[in-house]
């Protein structure tokens, strides 16, 4: 099954005078639960992909579909409830709100959903266990490290069960060790729960950790990797040599 179908989509910022075309006609497809990578140069258009995939920016040309609904176009109060039932976020500064302890950053998305306070907590209970934060949930994000905030941030992008999550730069701000932590969480999540991820990230071992790496050049695919059968440790040596000939994914 497709969860996300992007056909022919072009992204253009300036004017006729001075026009730089970032997205240059990309056609991609998610299907669910998978794990998608996207890497790329300094410049390449991944930050300006996931940003018009996940409804952040929007399209020049062309239409992107979750669960096969068109949101291009869509009227702001109409995106907003789109986003709301369809759409998680995971981003490289974390975006929890300080005033709130890890719980109710976890709960915001359902407190905008008619739910009872009973399944929301069950929900919390689940998500916040399986990502290792349910001990810290009376804790605010100042009295917590790097990786637990993230983690509460993926938490909270998981608990409304979205048809996809984006995430940007997870393990941007994070040490290697809350990276990986971080990293084996998410991508337990994915085969626990069937989750739909697409990650922009320039790390390869990150990258990985995916079933899927789509590598973007000069606004265009370049190429793409699938995991299959093979171990992490194979995959990732095949991501640094698409990376080689590529010349080297900074930023």
Not at 170 to 197: F, V, Y
Not at 236 to 251: E, N
Request: aromatic share 6%; glycine share 10%.
């Amino acid at each position: 099954m497709v969860i996300l179908e992007a056909d022919k989509i072009h992204k253009i910022y300036g004017n006729k005078f001075n026009r730089q075309e970032v997205l240059k006609g990309i056609d991609l497809q998610v299907g669910k639960g998978e794990f998608v990578g996207i890497m790329g140069p300094s410049g390449s258009g991944k930050t300006t992909l996931l940003n018009v995939l996940s409804s952040i920016d929007t399209l020049s040309e062309g239409s992107i579909k979750i669960e096969g609904k068109q949101f291009t176009g869509m009227k702001e109060k109409d995106l907003a409830e789109f986003r709301k039932n369809h759409l998680g976020f995971i981003f490289q500064e974390y975006n929890l709100l300080d005033t709130l302890t890890v719980k109710e950053n976890v709960l915001l998305p359902l407190s905008i959903k008619k739910i009872s306070k009973t399944a929301a907590l069950e929900k919390f209970k689940q998500v916040a266990g399986e990502l290792g934060i349910y001990e810290l949930a009376d804790k605010y994000p100042s009295e917590i490290s790097g990786g637990q905030k993230q983690r509460t941030s993926a938490a909270r992008a998981f608990v409304h069960e979205p048809s996809i999550i984006f995430a940007d730069e997870p393990t941007g701000a994070l040490d290697s060790k809350s990276a990986s932590d971080l990293l084996h969480k998410l991508s337990s999540m994915n085969e626990k729960h069937a989750s739909t991820i697409v990650m922009v990230t320039h790390d390869p071992v990150a990258a990985s950790y995916c079933s899927r790496v789509v590598f973007i050049r000069d606004g265009q695919i370049y190429t793409q990797l699938h995991k299959g059968e093979e171990s992490r440790q194979s995959f990732l040596s095949d991501i640094m040599k698409t990376q080689g000939v590529l010349g080297g994914v900074q930023g």
